[in-house]
């Protein structure tokens, strides 16, 4: 297991073309299992997932990002397809869709970057067109 930074920038633009754009930098863990590359990161207050871990599984095709804590939700990521899934809040539960416009990935021995484009709907109504853009870097010696 590998100590790294991950960034994560996600944007959102609704149907009146308002764009929202959240930025999260944390300390991370990378390691490989089984041909899949896996990055694993606390959420914060400032992704609004304050208690939540969140996995993303990287394949070479596709990415599957679970969440656990006080949110439950795995989503994949395939290009080109819709999937559909709940996301559990100790509140609501919502029937999230996922349609995947393109994904790029340059992920290798802890270093480097995911993109991902996709439309979101919620509970069957469309939302938003998303990207979610991830960097890793390997943490150095130093701590900086």
């Known amino acids: 297991m590998i ?5 994560i ?5 609704d149907a009146q073309g308002e764009e929202n754009r959240i930025e999260l930098i944390t300390a991370g863990h990378y390691y490989e299992k089984n ?3 896996y990055i694993v990161y606390k959420d914060t207050e400032v992704s609004g997932l304050e ?3 969140t ?7 596709h990415v599957v990002l679970v969440r656990m804590g006080n949110v439950k939700y795995q989503q994949q990521f ?3 397809e819709k999937s559909h899934s709940s996301y559990v809040t100790p509140y609501v539960t919502m029937e999230m869709g996922i ?6 990935q340059a992920l290798s021995k802890s270093v480097g970057n995911i993109h991902i ?11 938003s067109t998303n990207t979610l853009s991830i960097s890793v870097r390997e943490e150095s010696k130093s701590g900086y």
């Open 51 to 53: 208690g939540v871990s």
């Open 3 to 7: 100590n790294v930074v991950v960034t």
């Open 35 to 37: 041909g899949v590359q």
């Open 99 to 104: 349609l995947t416009q393109s994904i790029e």
């Open 78 to 80: 395939r290009l080109g």
């Open 55 to 61: 996995m993303l599984k990287v394949y070479e095709q």
């Open 117 to 127: 484009r996709y439309e979101l709907e919620i509970n069957g109504q469309w939302q």
């Open 9 to 13: 920038v996600g944007t959102q633009r």
